[in-house]
């Protein structure tokens, strides 16, 4: 259990080659259970851990991409 502690203090969410990392036990997560939009520019993930079945939430801001002006016109 120490172990533990120590490991979920240095990875709180951190993604793992893609992958989200469940904060409890670490086991790694491939898709979210549900996603939802909850402004123009952010979506909720809810995981759902089914090594030790702990379920949080992660939120993922949305960059706004501005148009590409690198091409000039001749
Ligand atoms: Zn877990």
Redesign the pocket.
Known sequence: MEGRAAAQASVPGANFFGHQL?P????SLVAPDASQHISEHTIKHIWF?E????EFATLVKLRRREPDRSVAAA
């Open positions: 469940c409890q036990c670490l086991y851990c090594a030790c079945g702990t």
